[in-house]
């Protein structure tokens, strides 16, 4: 186990110690985008493989499988999803560690909202499953805890660990560089991982976390453009724009509208590796009653682009950001 600044920095430092010049790594697309950031960083190339809306973004071994060549070193695995909050389903979680078994791909597992699921939806450590191939299981304090202002985290080593001795040397050295871990957060480790777990009461009906989500749901259910599949965990829904109401809808016009004008921060889908731009995400973390209002702005900002005569979405955005300027 090596403890990091953040799984942010041990991301970055797993990468280093793994990747030569043109390695790939299978990423799920969308994904936290600091993983296809690290591997192009350390001059791999990220392969997408990818979680479709329609599937409720829950990959398919299958095609996974029809991705690896000869170059492919890793398969990076975000479960729950970052920017989804699909819980992804114990028999997938088999077939990928099957796939890296038999493929020789070294596993990377960020749990980091491992205890952050709704409505009963199972979370199953990929460490459980892994055994004939070297599996890194990555989290910390920053969102179970809610302290990621203290940027500590860690990775745990499993499976075939005696085969990796090389790579794990190497992980040595390079965590050696930068001397240790911040240590006073490593202090908070116990206290965190040892106390009360505050999440459990967040994520159970009444809790904050969970009647946002419900807000988020009941929002998208009753909007006439919206479209979700439920998050089964994390902290965030990928919501999707109809394409059927909205063909011309650009998610980094509308994301860049909202602020503009309904003073609303979101993220654009296509800042998380996806080839489509119909959606945006969107964080529970404010209260359900905050959450209604915002909803409400954006079906505000959607049914102006809707009263639009069709062009492209970039244009039909502009059209209203300059409308609205000119005020
Ligand atoms: C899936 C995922 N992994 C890692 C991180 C980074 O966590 P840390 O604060 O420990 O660097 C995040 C933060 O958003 C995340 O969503």
């Not at 299978?26 to 979680?51: E, I, Q």
């Not at 990928?96 to 939806?121: C, H, P, W």
């Not at 994390?234 to 109401?245: E, H, L, N, S, T």
């Amino acid at each position: 186990m090596f403890i990091g600044n953040g799984v942010s920095e041990l991301i970055d430092l797993v990468l280093r110690a793994l990747l030569n010049d043109g390695d790939e790594v299978l990423v799920p697309s969308p994904d936290y985008p600091l993983w296809t950031a690290a591997v192009t960083l350390n001059r791999g190339r990220a392969v997408h493989y990818p979680c479709r809306p329609e599937h409720g973004f829950v990959p398919d071994p299958e095609e996974l499988a029809r991705l690896v060549t000869p170059r492919t070193r890793a398969l990076v695995v975000i479960n729950p999803n970052n920017p989804t909050g699909a819980v992804y389903p114990r028999r997938v979680l088999q077939a990928l560690a099957q796939l890296a078994e038999s493929r020789g791909l070294v596993v990377f597992s960020d749990e980091i909202y491992d205890q952050m699921t709704y409505d009963g939806a199972e979370f199953v450590p990929m460490a459980t499953l892994v055994h004939d191939t070297l599996c890194a299981t990555l989290s910390g304090l920053s969102k179970v805890y809610r302290a990621c202002g203290y940027r500590v985290g860690w990775v745990a080593f499993s499976g075939r660990t005696h085969n990796a001795t090389e790579y794990l040397n190497g992980l040595e050295l390079l965590s050696s560089l930068r001397l240790c871990s911040n240590v006073m957060a490593q202090w908070a480790v116990q206290t965190a991982l040892g106390g009360h777990q505050s999440i459990r009461e967040l994520v159970s009906p009444g809790g904050r976390l969970h009647e946002s989500r419900a807000a988020i749901l009941q929002a998208t259910a009753h909007s006439r453009y919206l479209t979700l599949t439920p998050p089964g965990g994390a902290m965030y829904a990928f919501v999707g724009v109809d394409p059927q109401v909205l063909p011309d809808f650009d998610d980094q016009q509308f994301t860049l509208d909202l602020l503009e004008q309904k003073h609303v921060l979101v993220a654009p889908g296509v800042s998380f590796n996806v080839p489509y731009c119909n959606h945006f995400r969107i964080t529970n973390l404010p209260d359900a009653v905050t959450l209604k209002d915002v909803f409400a702005r954006i079906e505000e900002l959607l049914s102006a682009y809707a009263a639009l005569p069709r062009t492209s979405g970039r244009a039909a955005g502009n059209v209203v950001s300059v409308a609205s300027r000119a005020k």
